[in-house]
């Protein structure tokens, strides 16, 4: 049953990874032969530095010359796990070129050109796979793509940066402030010395933006995806979050609208209830939360991050796209008939928390809801504290537009009685 | 780009998850249409009662004759959703010989004939396609079979049945017996007027045999998994469990061994950490805890059973076996090369939790002890408590295999001043 030729895998990468690739490429040999139908072998592997020792790896594959790998064209799957815009970019659309498919584990990528990458696998008859795109190791993109294609998603809610919820779990669990926090994710290794990426939310609007496309059969870019990061969260928003039952979780949210015409993706951190599934979600984990019209409420939980997950999902759709070759098939490609348009963010319907420090006087409460109800909207709960001449007034609304609620909390801004606005934090997941 | 013809397909059975099956195929046309590139269209529906009014089904499609309708040789998909051995089993191998791929959610059956059916979608070319099986919506068999092929899975771990939990999860939140929590399930219509298949663990032991088969690429039947039902459990022992800083649930646990030389499955309540993630699952969710080699801890959560979450994995299967006909390939078929044993429960290596009423006078815990060592068994900890001449003991042991554990169980029983044992509950999950 077995065929002959081994299929060819070119390795664009060898990073942590792409070593783990190639680890478990030569370590699980047998399996992956058993489970594609034929034996895969690794063909080469493009690096920077070549003196670089990289054990367990055949010196006589490793080359600096990954456009002539690509261009091979004995190639039959180009896995690219590089990362960033270019050259990854030239490279995929030139292995697509010379007739290989490719597996990659690129977000930033995937984000900006997808439609590009999935139009240069479509004009070639070649499958594009990115499982480890988003949230690692979780099984994920397949789902939505395959397991959910018979049903409609209304909604992703997603924990898919593990830095940052290492970060807020620490915050959360410990009463430390955000810099103590951060400072101990860095010397654990789940921050690197620059955090901007994750912290900013960048690599999770990343993410949102794929995630928001595919669950949406629509074309999201990264542009399209509103984005708040998470360092301005105190120990005092947490503290606040906690009397009320909730967590604060730097959030993915894709959302189709309620007149199923337009979509939505942002990125910001929200409080969520403590009883939400994805509240549970300890330390470096991610979780994505589906809502679909059939299926209801399903939650992929795992290690979003890391090496040998990463592996393991570039691994699950190297075995899949060989798979396809042998069948001389094609997986599913991109889906975006349905070109829904992408709402900004004005136009979330969301519940605001706000913090106000205000004059402990008369009439301050009744000032303040009068800003709010001249917004059109409506509160749910306030709660007053004071001493000393100060005092606090928290205020949870209703669901409002997004419009709406930072409208209300422009015009707070310019009330006398107002001192200043301690926090705004938008509540989800209920 | 679309093809003129249609997919036909055959329904058989047109109950809960039937009709939903039917209704959304109706209601979704275009969007079907969309992600398989061709329209699909029911062609017939099987049923026992034709009478039956079924609402959006044109009464012309409708058939006693089951048998009829998938030989009629123009039907490209059978979806079985009867349940039950016969004539599932015969229907499902009739379609398959006359050139019709199936999808089924149909446990029992592929529990206990899986390799007979997946034969029989192999000789014909045919694709055999079974979400809907195990878990209900929870994409759990593709994210297996396909995400995590190029991984080694070690251990699975699930929540699999919804009645179960449902009644589990009252008695810890409400301190209710399990016959009141039972009552309260039956009433909300969480379970059937007889829940024996639920409450015995048969409906997970099913599961567990399929889980297992997947995860190990082994054949595991219903026959080589362990059972236990949970009518045993009491309101002391889930009291118990949260003094553990544990709560108890009905798991299928598979695990492969750890030379990897052989597999085990088996479903029984056991005590888990409230700090697992299964822990929190509540109601008649369900969840699916994955362990592997390189993704590590994975974990699948949603509704497990229900017309509209079993009709979406249903239509999941749909899509993808429909593309796959389009592209005249076929999906990954059974994957049983591995061919390891199955080894009885044992050999499996667990904690026991044993609560025993003793004669309170000295010694006692010296004979207890006594026992335990000659066994082989090292014992974690011990709580003793007693008044009025009657005292309990509560043993927690280290991991032995289970018969070793349930050896010393049989021996402490034959000690005078063992009184009773008044539960045994293995712990899981550490």
Redesign the interface.
């Known amino acids: 049953m077995m065929r002959a030729r081994p299929l060819k895998v070119a390795l664009l990468g060898c990073g942590v990874v792409g070593s783990?690739v190639a680890r478990?490429m030569t370590t699980?040999a047998a399996?992956?032969a058993?489970?594609i139908g034929a034996p895969v072998e690794l063909a080469g592997v493009a690096v920077r530095r070549p003196d670089r020792v990289r054990e367990g790896i055949d010196p006589s594959l490793v080359t600096t010359d990954a456009t002539a790998l690509v261009k091979r064209g004995d190639i039959d799957v180009v896995v690219e796990v590089i990362g960033g815009i270019e050259p990854a970019r030239t490279l995929i659309t030139t292995a697509f070129e010379h007739g290989a498919s490719v597996v990659s584990a690129n977000k930033a990528l995937l984000a900006q050109d997808g439609a590009a990458l999935h139009a240069a696998a479509e004009v070639n008859g070649r499958d594009l796979y990115y499982?480890a795109a988003v949230a690692g190791?979780?099984?994920l993109i397949?789902?939505l793509r395959?397991?959910?294609?018979?049903?409609?998603v209304n909604r992703v809610l997603g924990i898919v940066n593990g830095t940052t919820n290492f970060i807020l779990d620490k915050m959360d669990s410990t009463g430390a402030g955000y810099q103590e926090a951060l400072d101990e994710a860095t010397a654990l290794g789940y921050a690197e010395a620059d955090p901007t990426a994750d912290v900013e939310g960048f690599d999770a609007a990343a993410k949102a933006a794929i995630l928001a496309g595919i669950a949406f059969?629509t074309r999201v870019r990264l542009d399209d995806v509103y984005r708040e990061g998470m360092t301005e969260v105190t120990a005092a928003d947490i503290a606040s979050a906690r009397r009320m039952g909730c967590t604060i979780k730097l959030l993915a949210i894709c959302e189709r609208a309620a007149d199923g015409e337009s979509v939505t993706a942002r990125v910001h951190p929200a409080m969520i209830p403590l009883s939400h599934?994805l509240a549970?979600v300890r330390e470096a984990y991610n979780?994505v939360f589906v809502e679909?019209?059939?299926?209801?409420?399903?939650?992929?939980?795992?290690?979003g991050a890391?090496g040998?997950?990463t592996?393991?999902?570039?691994?699950?759709?190297?075995?899949?796209v060989c798979?396809?070759r042998l069948?001389?098939?094609?997986g599913?490609g991109e889906?975006a008939?349905?070109r829904l348009p992408v709402s900004p963010m004005g136009k979330v319907v969301t519940r605001y928390h706000i913090s106000l420090d205000v004059a402990d006087k008369p009439g301050v409460l009744a000032q303040v809801a009068t800003v709010f109800a001249e917004h059109g909207v409506s509160i749910d709960t306030v709660r007053q504290s004071g001493k000393d001449g100060e005092a606090s007034l928290v205020v949870v609304t209703h669901r409002a537009h997004d419009a709406a609620l930072s409208g209300t909390v422009e015009a707070l801004r310019n009330l006398d009685t107002v001192r200043g606005v301690a926090s705004i934090m938008r509540v989800e997941g209920e």
């Open positions: 783990e478990i699980h399996d992956l058993a489970r499982e190791a979780i099984p397949r789902p395959e397991s959910l294609a018979g049903d409609k059969h599934p549970s979780a679909s019209e059939a299926a209801g409420q399903l939650m992929f939980y795992g290690p890391g040998a997950p592996a393991s999902a570039v691994l699950g759709d190297l075995v899949a798979r396809n069948a001389a098939a094609r599913p889906s008939y349905t």
